[in-house]
């Protein structure tokens, strides 16, 4: 069955702290890896995109790494601010017949305090 | 082009209702996709279109749940004699026909309650 589960469900940090967060997934086959930061009542928002062969992201203070032997993904937030306080999921694709199918994994609530 | 917008942002309704929310996609994407979400979880695929045409659909669609997207640009979503558990914020999220790499844009969502 395809999953994708994400740890920790929640996270409290201090205002300039890092943190990682984790994604394991059972997909096959893989197309690609997704991580989105939703802030509460609003849409989730893109922040990497990585296929098969990247096994390094970044985007800003956000890095995310894919290793697709073990079929784990992890964000790392560095020097994390109040405005990180949000969910992040994580989302792998696999190719489905003609199609491409998109599991949500339910999402790590991170809450920044200062 | 101000992203994919939805409407209304918040419906509170009496159980037995219907509701019909309208999504708004990026005007040069032509896959649309219909998500719910409830309290703690990731969105849960609904349905989704290329152009008009609707190509795929979750069984999660019960009869209840009708989607259209009758000239390939703005998308209905209509719940018919709502139920309690019908509440969660329905996401619609659009994207450019670029195989499986394109970014997925979406909306910020219509949260419907169902009393």
């Known amino acids: 069955k395809n999953q994708v589960e994400q740890s920790p469900q929640s996270l409290i940090i201090l205002e300039g702290k890092n943190c990682t967060l984790q994604?394991?997934?059972?997909?096959?086959?893989?197309?690609?890896l997704r991580w989105y930061k939703q802030d509460t009542g609003r849409g989730p928002v893109s922040l990497t995109i990585?296929?098969?062969?990247?096994n390094t992201k970044s985007n800003g203070r956000y890095t995310a790494t894919l290793d697709a032997d073990t079929k784990q993904s992890s964000l790392h937030i560095t020097a994390s601010q109040l405005s990180d306080s949000a969910s992040y999921i994580c989302?792998?694709?696999?190719?489905?017949?003609?199609?491409?199918?998109?599991?949500f994994g339910s999402g790590t609530r991170l809450l920044v305090r200062p | 082009d101000t992203g994919v917008s939805q409407d209304p942002r918040h419906k509170i309704t009496k159980r037995g209702q219907n509701v019909t929310f309208r999504c708004d996609p990026i005007?040069?994407?032509?896959?649309l996709y219909w998500y719910r979400q409830t309290l703690g979880q990731g969105p849960e695929f609904l349905t989704y279109?290329?152009?008009?045409?609707?190509?795929?659909k979750s069984r999660l669609l019960s009869d209840r749940f009708s989607a259209e997207r009758p000239k390939g640009s703005f998308s209905t979503l209509e719940i018919q004699r709502t139920e309690q558990g019908d509440s969660a914020m329905y996401l619609c999220?659009?994207?450019?026909?670029?195989?499986?790499?394109?970014?997925?844009?979406f909306g910020e969502g219509s949260r419907l309650t169902v009393l």
């Open positions: 999220a659009s994207r450019e026909e670029s195989g499986d790499y394109g970014e997925l844009f």
């Open positions: 994604c394991n997934y059972t997909v096959s086959p893989f197309s690609n």
């Open positions: 990585m296929t098969f062969s990247e």
């Open positions: 989302v792998v694709s696999a190719r489905m017949d003609s199609s491409y199918k998109l599991i």
């Open positions: 005007s040069e994407h032509n896959r």
């Open positions: 279109f290329q152009n008009e045409a609707q190509l795929e």
